[in-house]
C-alpha cells in the first residue's frame, strides 16, 4: 500500500510540472519552446512582444489554473467530509449563486430600476462577487448557530442556491440583451483575465485558508466519523465546523470573484484524487486534492484553446465535459464511492 501512496505522489506533482509547461506554450502566437525557456531563464528574445505575452498573459494563466484548482478541491474536500456526503461541493452552502446574484446586480441593475454601475471595472465585479459570497456565509452562519445537524444546513444551503438563482432569472428576463450578455460572458468562468496584483490576492487566499484546513485536520478526520466520535475525541463540534465553514467560504469565494463561477471541480477531484491515493487522512489529503485540482485544471484550460485558433472555449463548460465522463467511468469501475 505505501509503494501506491509513493507512485501516487510522484504521478500528480510530474502531472502538474508537465500540463504547466504544455500549457506555457499553449496560445494563438507560436513561440518556440527554446524560446519560452530562454523568456523564464531571464535572456533577451529577438521579439520582445514574446516576452510579455509570456510573464503577463500564459504565466498568469496558467498559474490561476493551479490555484484555482487547488482552491476549489480543498473546498469541495472539506465540504464532503462536513457533510459526508459524496455529492457536496464548494457550492453547496449558496456561495457561488450569492456572487453570481451580487454580479447580475451589477451588470443588469437597471432592470431592478437601479443603475450601480455603467461601466464596472474587474475590481468591481470581484468585490461584487466578495460581497455575495460574504452575505450569503453570514446568512450560514447566523443559522448554523441554530442547527446542531448538519443535513439540514446541506438543503438550506441548496434551497439558498435556489432562491437566489430564480432572483438572477428574474433579472435576466427583465434586462436587455447586451446587459445579459455582460453577465453570461462572467457566468462561462475565465482564468486568463487575472494580474500580478490580482493573483498575489488570491495566493494570500489559496494559502492562509489551506493552512487553516491543514491545521483542522484532527477535526476533520473526526467529522468522517460522526458527531458523536469527534465529540468524544475532543472535538469542539460547534467551533470546528464554523473553521471549516470559513475557509470553504474564502476558498470559493476568492475563486468566485476573480474567475467567475466554477463548477464540477470541487465535486469531482476529491473523489478522483482519493482513487489514487488510498487514504482518508486529511494531513494527506489536502495536500494532494491541491496538487490534482491544479492538475485538473491545466488539463482543461489546453483543452479549451483550439489549436490554431484565437477562440477560447469557455473553461465552465470544458471542466464538466472534460471530468464527469471520467467520474462516471471510475465510479462504475469502482462500483461505489466513498466520502
Known sequence: MHWIHRKSWIILPLLLVLLFIVNLGMGSVRIPPGTILSILSGSETANPIWHDIVWEFRMTKALTCILAGGALSIAGLQMQTLFRNALAGPDVLGLSSGASLAVSL?????????????????WAIAGAASLGCCGVFLVVIVIAQRLRDNTSLLIIGLMMGATTSSLVSVLQFLSKPEQQQSYMLWTFGSLGRLNWTEIKVLTSILVTSGLVALFSTKALNGWLLGDNYAQSIGIHLNRSRLVILLT???????VTAFCGPIAFVGLAVPHLTKLMIKTHNHKILIPAVSVGGGVLMLFCDIVTQLPGSAYVLPINAITAMVGAPVVIWIILRAKRLSV
Open 106 to 122: 451589477v451588470f443588469m441593475s437597471q432592470a431592478a430600476g437601479l443603475e450601480i454601475l455603467s461601466t464596472p471595472s474587474p
Open 248 to 254: 470553504t467560504s474564502l476558498l470559493t469565494g476568492g
